[in-house]
């Protein structure tokens, strides 16, 4: 496993370009953790708790733009990095992070990253870079998401805020989604019919259940390709 994990760790971008002793300072302090699904591994408002990186599974981080509703953010995969905003700031984390599926995730706590950052303050640079990359990897991801169409924007939306829990409705109105995929709300209308039609959810007063995740984001991808 151990050389499982070194390969895993060395082939993310970020972490490749360490240089080796922040590189092993990092991976020395970590602790593992096996997570099942549905776990918080931490919630918006949490102090920072450190920086983490997935070994398996993935994580969403996901926000809260309007009641009811949730935002995924990033899917994290293994070998990426994440948290290292509220280790930069020290202030209170700006999103869930939640496992999707069985996780194992390595954690550098508040207090070895403390102690690596006073031996190599360089290192304060590396986590400023990680936040670059993924502030560039969210703008991106906003354009790309903006030129699909209305269809793709929606069950790409539904797809990703779906609770874990499938008969949990994801609760926002037809005025919400309108606003959140930038259609007039008859249009939006005509959208969620068409899903509901094809067996991928079901609308009611609770909101919008979703019936199947992976056909909504293989509707996504299908519209995008056109």
Known sequence: ??????????????????PAE????????????????????????????????????????????????????????????????????????????????????????????AELTAAMPDLWRGLALLNCAHHRLGMREAGRVRALPALARLAAFLAGGASSAPDRPLRATQDDLARIVGVSRQHMNGLLRLLADRGLISTGYGGVTIGDRAELLALADREELG
């Open 1 to 18: 496993m151990a050389s499982d994990l070194a390969d895993i760790l060395a082939a993310d971008s970020w972490f490749g370009g360490l």
């Open 22 to 113: 922040q590189r092993d300072g990092l991976q020395a302090r970590a602790r593992a953790h096996d997570l099942r699904d549905g776990v918080h591994i931490y919630r918006i408002g949490d102090p920072p708790n450190g920086l983490h990186v997935v070994v398996e599974g993935q994580v969403r981080l996901v926000s809260y733009p309007a009641a009811g509703q949730e935002l995924v953010n990033m899917i994290v995969k293994p070998g990426r990095w994440f948290g290292e905003l509220s280790v930069i700031d020290g202030k209170e984390r700006p999103h869930d992070a939640i496992t999707a599926g069985a996780v194992r995730l390595l954690t550098v706590p508040m207090a070895a990253l």
